[in-house]
């Protein structure tokens, strides 16, 4: 489910309370391995996500998972019945790529390339979140504030490039004729992703230019 923004993974329900300590336990639909479970997990609570940190988890039978939260034990038969997510965002790419929520890597397509327009070339990547340093001519600079841009990264072969989306442009300096922005890409979410980019020209449909 998409909430505020953010996407959210179901992975069960609370179906009870687990002793006298404020434990639940909670029913798994969708099975996270223990040692890659982010720290924290949301329960929906009157149509709201609520943020709960998870201090212990312990795998149990029956297809249940023992959970101890920053709740007191008298509030914990208050979950019972309750949806259990975490938050897509709080896990490493590695681990959603494992757990097949995202893909490997950006997906690629055949284009014809007389349909589309160069608008700038990566650099480098920039940081270790996936960023990357991206050249673009000054007459350029309007398309790079466009929210959700479809965009087309040059593949490995002729004819073909990676499909995927602006998730945000921030310009660092202005030199001459070009301008140097530091830009996040929908999938690319570590430096060894941004590192295969390094060096491909990033395309936008002709028509996205008017």
């Known amino acids: 489910m998409f909430y505020k923004g953010r996407k959210y993974i179901y992975i069960g329900y609370v179906a009870k309370t687990h002793g006298t300590k404020g434990k639940i336990a909670v029913r798994i639909r969708k099975r996270i391995p223990k040692e890659k479970m982010p720290p924290r997990i949301f329960i929906k609570e009157n149509e709201e996500l609520k943020e709960y940190r998870l201090k212990l988890l312990k795998e149990y039978k029956n297809g249940l998972a023992i959970m101890k939260l920053n709740i007191k034990p008298e509030d914990a038969g208050k979950l019972i019945a309750q949806d259990v997510y975490i938050c897509q965002d709080d896990m490493p790419r590695k681990v959603k790529v494992e757990l097949g929520l995202i893909p490997s890597f ?105």
């Open 106 to 210: 950006i997906p690629e397509v055949e284009k014809d390339e007389s349909e589309l327009e160069v608008i700038g070339v990566i650099t480098k990547p920039r940081g270790l979140q996936g960023a990357v340093a991206v050249v673009s001519p000054k007459e350029n600079e309007k398309i790079w504030r466009k929210e959700k841009l479809k965009i087309f990264i040059e593949g490995d072969e002729k004819g073909k490039f990676f499909e995927t989306e602006l998730r945000s442009a921030k310009k660092t300096r202005e030199m001459k004729d070009n301008i140097y922005l530091s830009v996040k890409i929908l999938h690319i979410n570590d430096i060894d992703s941004a590192e295969r980019l390094r060096k491909r020209r990033i395309f936008v449909k002709k028509n996205d230019l008017l």
